[in-house]
């Protein structure tokens, strides 16, 4: 052993002795000057794509308490009027937005989200966490309550997202995370009249040429889209640019991107340009909600649509 070590440091001795010995350029010779004629062909650098992210299977949610919670959670996404019936004031479920239990890409998927929170968001003028993210979709999707942070119903539902994300990167955005709304514009503005017709085309079949949807045994089967049981005024989804990327990505129902982008626009406008329940943050006046929490050109809340002022009037099918 003594033998080995010493070999060692003699090994060590000699190396340090040449690596000193080397002698230092002073100089760095220059690179050789492009031709005068050379131009740069490529002056964008592309980023590097988002990471792609594949979520639990629900056969490995795993046995035991902890288990039982996370499906409790899977349960109240999926039927939120039926497990969460105290914070719900209408018939959406939070799938009806977050299609396939929360995990198919392109529509909100809860793994895309967990991991991006805690954030700062303009909403509501603060950085929120997870919790207070979901607390918000009851607010405003469910027209309903936000349940307390430490309710049952608010930890089973952080839980499941947790797990749904489980192995994903932290604040990375991740492939398919969201709604594809970058750099997702209309060719031409998007228009009423137009998106009558393809509503009536592609989306009447299933939630009614009324847009109340369909139910069975009192359960949304196609949610409605307007109207007293539909989302609020506050809910993202009444604002043209998510509407428009969620319906171009996912709508109809398995036949996601068949939709031109301006047919995807247009049916946005058509949807978003009906009553709904009254955004809960309204002040008494229609004209300063707007300003206060609606003034973006994507919102369509306190301006005129075909004579008719949108948000001034309860929700009616």
Known sequence: MKTLLALLAATVAIGALNACSQK???????SAAPAASSTVTNSVVT??????FTPPSETDIPGGPLGDVIRQGRDIFTDTPTHASAYVGNTLSCSNCHLDAGRLANSAPLWGAYGMYPQYRKKNGHV??????????????????????????????ETYAWWMAKGAPVGVK????????????????????????VYAANCALCH??????QQVAGRNVFPPLWGPQSFNWGAG???????????????????GGSLSDQDAWDVAMFMDAHERPQDPRYTGNLAETRAKYHDTPQ???????????????????
């Open 174 to 197: 991740l492939q398919g995370a969201g709604y594809p709304k970058q750099g997702f514009k209309p060719p031409q503005p998007a228009d009423y009249a137009r998106g009558e017709k």
């Open 237 to 255: 989804m009444h604002e043209l640019d998510n509407a428009a990327a969620f319906i171009k990505a996912n709508m109809p129902l398995s036949r």
């Open 128 to 157: 929120n966490t997870f919790g207070e993210r979901l607390q918000g979709c009851f607010r405003f999707s469910m027209n309903g309550k936000a349940p307390p942070l430490d309710s049952a119903e608010m930890v089973a539902l």
């Open 47 to 52: 980023k590097p794509s988002s990471p792609a």
């Open 24 to 30: 230092t350029p002073t100089t760095v010779a220059a």
């Open 208 to 213: 009614g040429a009324d847009g109340q949807g």
């Open 299 to 317: 919102s369509l809340y306190g301006t005129e649509v075909n004579g008719h002022l949108l948000g001034s009037q309860p929700a009616q099918k």
